[in-house]
Every structure is written in C-alpha cells, then in structure tokens.
C-alpha cells in the first residue's frame, strides 16, 4: 500500500490543489450584483416616442441562447458532461455563432413589434467568441430604446473541469429590452434565491428587468423581462422569484398601472398538456408548472398551445425526435386584453427558443 501512496499521492494532490484553485479563484471573483439598480440606455439612442398613445401594443419574447444554440448545437452539460466531454462541442464553431446571432437581427427588423424582450443576450462572452450582441441587436433597431440588466458575470466557469484548455469560459451575458418608445424609469432588480455553494459561483444571477412607460389618459405600464431559474430541482428557487414577481406586478397593478410581463419562465404555463407537444413520449416526468390559482383572478397566462417554444437541448436538432415544450409566455394585469398570442415557428435555426409575439390592448 506505501508503494501504491506513493505513486498515486503527487497526482491526488496536484488534483486537489487544482479543484481548490478553480473554487478559491471562483470565490474571490464572484459576482455580487446589488438588489435594485437603476439602467442607463445602452450606448447612444436616437429619441424614442416619449408616450404610448395607441391603446394596442405588441411584443416579442425570445430567448436567443446566447447566439450558440442553433439547431446545429448543443449544450453539453444537459448531457451530464460536467467533467468531461467531446472535444471540440462545449462551444458552437464561429461561423455556426454568427450565423445565429445574423438570424437575431434579421428577426428583429422583420418583425413589426413595440418591445423585444431578450433573454440570454451576450456581451462578452467566450462562448459566443465575444461577440457583443447587446451592441449588434440595438443597432438593428436604431430607433428604439435599448435596455441591458447582466445576470451572469463570471471570469471564468470551469467546466468541463478535467478539460482546463476548453473551459467554458468568461461569460457576460444578460437580459436586453428594446422599445420604440422610451420609459421613464428603468431597473434591474435582483430575485430572491442562490444555489449552494460552490455551484452559485458559476451560476447566473437571476434578476428582472422593469420598466415603466407613460401611457396616453394619465396612466403608465410597466414591461417587465424575466428569466427565471433552470437547474433547480426541487423547485424552491423558482418558488421563491414567483412569489417575489406576484409582489412587484401586484405592486404596480396597485399603484394604477398596466402589467405585461414576458420571458423564459423555466416552467410550463398553468393548463399547458406537454404531451400535446409529444405525442410519442409514453412516460416521463413532467416539467414543473405554474398553478392555475398563483395569481388573483382577472390576471392572464398567454402562451400558443400548438408551437414549441423551446426544444431539449442535450442533443442537436431533430423535428422528429426531439422534445419540445412552452415555457417562453405572458402574464398581464387584467385591465389588459390578450388579442393574439403566437410562437414564431423558425425550426430552431438560431436559437433553442421561439420568439413569442404579443398583441394586446391597454383597456381604458
């Protein structure tokens, strides 16, 4: 047994400095954003309309995946690659990323809509070569105002671990909201909620992005984009930032204003059958969802039951094969009418999700 500690004790060692390495630089480094901080308009605007003077609005919601995930890619860690995985795939080639983040602007000047609600946005980011998309998406609408709230700030995450020379990476990623017209305020407020250490040191740090507009007859609304957690398992960090987004949105219904809020909510909306999206599938266990009593009556769920608004990501692309579901939706105050609602189908070429468009209108 001497023989066998003494051939095994430098590489256990150097391993154990190594992981101790990754976890004492992660802690130094990490991220601690504050509860609420005000937003400044991202980079130079033109002058947005100062009031919404039409009483229908329109919105698209859409998770872009941070311009690497396209049908063509995946995201190896939904495969359970934490240690390991095939070289070369813990990130999109170059091209695949640009022609991703192409079809992120190609969306968004062809799309006629007031507001773009963006989840996942990167601004500097290994993953995404460091391509700036906050920049990239606001000059596509150089008439809107431009909004940008970070959730992940980190210097480095360190997976795959065994495989340092292909780190993850820097990653500088966050929520962007662009409107034709301009709000008055604007605030990233932080949600309640972290994992345990060490896995909250290269996690996102989830948070809303609120704004409110003035609104003609006296009245304002208040947009907010929201991305909730993935990975929890339990349920308990999504619980926590539902109950704390009922507060903000009861809030400001309180105070006279319209609500829409719209994003990646990581769970199925309240009377969604993800069976009718997967017919095939015999047994599972279902996505969590959010309870058909979680809000007080009048308020409203608009999500389109019949287009996926998200696929399975621990595999590329397959129409026939792969899993789909709806967890990119609305909720809106109940003096707002839900006029149309649709997933815009692209067959996943740029991104794990489907933009979701919003048509409604702001009652009297």
């Known amino acids: 047994m001497q023989k066998v500690w003494k051939i095994v004790r430098w590489p256990l060692i150097l391993l154990g ?9 992660g802690t130094v480094t990490d991220w601690t954003p504050a509860e609420r901080q005000v937003l400044r308009p991202s980079g130079e605007q033109t002058a947005p309309v100062p009031l919404i003077s039409d009483s229908i609005v329109t919105l698209i919601t859409w998770n872009v995946g941070f311009g690497g995930m396209g049908a063509e890619d995946y995201f190896y860690s939904n495969r359970g690659d934490f240690f390991w995985t095939e070289l070369g795939k813990a990130r999109a080639s170059r091209d695949n990323v640009e022609r991703y983040v192409a079809g992120q602007q190609l969306t968004l000047t062809s799309t006629q809509s007031d507001f773009f609600l963006l989840q996942e946005v990167d601004s500097a980011s290994r993953r995404s070569y460091y391509t700036d998309q906050v920049t990239l998406n606001r000059e596509a609408l150089p008439d809107f105002s431009a909004y940008y709230a970070p959730n992940f ?8 671990v065994f495989q340092p020379w292909d ?14 017209y301009q709000p008055l305020t604007a605030e990233r407020i932080s949600l309640p909620g972290t994992f345990p250490w060490p896995t909250r040191l290269f996690q996102l740090d989830r948070c809303v992005l609120r704004q409110v507009f003035t609104v003609r ?3 304002e609304l208040a947009v907010y984009n929201v991305h909730l957690s993935a ?9 926590h930032q539902m109950n704390y987004i009922r507060s903000l949105v009861l809030d400001d219904q309180a105070a ?7 994003g990646d909510w990581n769970q199925l909306p309240p009377g969604f059958n993800w069976f009718s999206l997967n017919p095939t599938v015999e047994e599972t266990i279902l996505p ?3 309870g058909f009593d979680f809000m007080p009556s009048g308020w409203n769920w608009a999500y389109d039951p019949a287009v996926a608004s998200v696929r399975k990501s621990d595999d590329v692309y397959d129409s026939h094969r792969s899993e789909r579901s709806v ?6 105050s109940p003096d707002v009418r839900l006029l149309r609602i649709k997933a815009l189908d692209q067959d996943f070429r740029f991104s794990d999700h489907h933009p979701v468009y919003l048509e409604a209108e702001l009652l009297p």
């Open 17 to 25: 400095a190594y992981v101790a390495g990754i976890l004492l630089y």
């Open 217 to 219: 007859g006296d009245r």
């Open 153 to 160: 700030r980190s210097k480095r995450v360190p997976i795959p």
């Open 327 to 332: 967890i990119d939706y609305y909720l809106t």
């Open 288 to 290: 969590p969802g959010v």
């Open 167 to 180: 780190h993850y990476g820097a990653v500088e990623s966050g929520l962007l909201s662009l409107s034709r």
């Open 256 to 262: 006279g204003r319209y609500v829409i809020a719209g």
């Open 231 to 239: 990975y929890d398992d339990d349920g308990s960090l999504r619980r």
